[in-house]
């Protein structure tokens, strides 16, 4: 496993024993909206749109995030180089938390947290439809193969209906969307500075 994604996989799994240890770490560390003196909330700190991103709130939640970083994270690291795949996640991470700021601001949600490696998960699947379109993707469940830029269209277009429609609650779908948009917007700078022969 190349070193970025493996450190990334450590990171959250050591934060999640934490978190199941008791040691308080939503007030601080999870994306909390702006909020006004008078909703009892910690309100928003700039480090949350990094450390919001290695909260997770259940078993399920961290193990099939880590599975989509393993799964698509190890090939985009050892295309893009670990240093730009490193630039790559957290840009991802941090747009699908401004994203998620911007829409819950826009619709006056409740100022709740979002946590979870989300967002940088769903700008890792991007860039692999991307560059991988052929590659064969089956679905966990139910388990049905499909090319890896149809896998991406399907997760996004869910996405963006569960967002509008609001019928799958307790989800950022919106930070997923954000996710995406932060791994394309890396994509476009990638190809900018690329010779004119290798784009």
Same mark, same amino acid.
């Given at each position: 496993?190349?070193?970025?994604?493996?450190?990334? /996989?450590?990171?959250?799994?050591?934060?999640?024993?934490? *978190?199941?240890?008791?040691?308080?770490?939503?007030?601080?560390?999870? %994306?909390?909206?702006?909020?006004?003196?008078?909703?009892?909330?910690?309100?928003?700190?700039?480090? *949350?749109?990094?450390?919001?991103?290695?909260?997770?709130?259940?078993?399920?939640?961290?193990?099939?995030?880590?599975?989509? /970083?393993?799964?698509?994270?190890?090939?985009?690291?050892?295309?893009?180089?670990?240093?730009?795949?490193?630039?790559?996640?957290?840009?991802?991470?941090?747009?699908?938390?401004?994203?998620?700021?911007?829409?819950?601001?826009? /619709?006056? %949600?409740?100022?709740?947290?979002?946590?979870?490696?989300?967002?940088?998960?769903?700008?890792?699947?991007?860039?692999?439809?991307?560059?991988?379109? *052929?590659?064969?993707?089956?679905?966990?469940?139910?388990?049905?193969?499909?090319?890896?830029?149809?896998?991406?269209?399907?997760?996004?277009?869910?996405?963006?209906?569960?967002?509008?429609?609001?019928?799958?609650?307790?989800?950022?779908?919106?930070?997923?969307?954000?996710?995406? /948009?932060?791994?394309? %917007?890396?994509?476009?700078?990638?190809?900018?500075?690329?010779?004119?022969?290798?784009?």
């Amino acid at each position: 496993m190349p070193p970025v994604t493996r450190f990334l /996989l450590i990171a959250n799994v050591a934060v999640f024993f934490l *978190q199941i240890t008791g040691v308080p770490t939503i007030d601080v560390f999870a %994306l909390w909206p702006p909020s006004s003196p008078e909703l009892n909330s910690p309100g928003f700190a700039p480090w *949350q749109l990094v450390t919001y991103s290695f909260l997770h709130g259940g078993y399920s939640h961290i193990i099939f995030n880590m599975f989509g /970083l393993y799964m698509f994270g190890s090939e985009v690291e050892r295309l893009f180089g670990s240093k730009f795949y490193l630039r790559y996640y957290f840009a991802s991470v941090i747009a699908a938390g401004l994203t998620h700021l911007l829409i819950a601001g826009l /619709l006056g %949600l409740p100022p709740v947290p979002i946590i979870g490696a989300s967002g940088g998960i769903y700008g890792l699947l991007l860039a692999f439809g991307v560059y991988f379109p *052929q590659r064969t993707v089956v679905l966990l469940i139910p388990p049905i193969p499909m090319k890896a830029r149809t896998f991406v269209v399907v997760f996004a277009v869910v996405e963006l209906f569960f967002g509008v429609t609001g019928s799958a609650s307790g989800v950022a779908h919106f930070a997923h969307l954000g996710g995406m /948009l932060g791994g394309w %917007l890396m994509i476009v700078y990638r190809r900018s500075r690329a010779p004119s022969g290798s784009r």
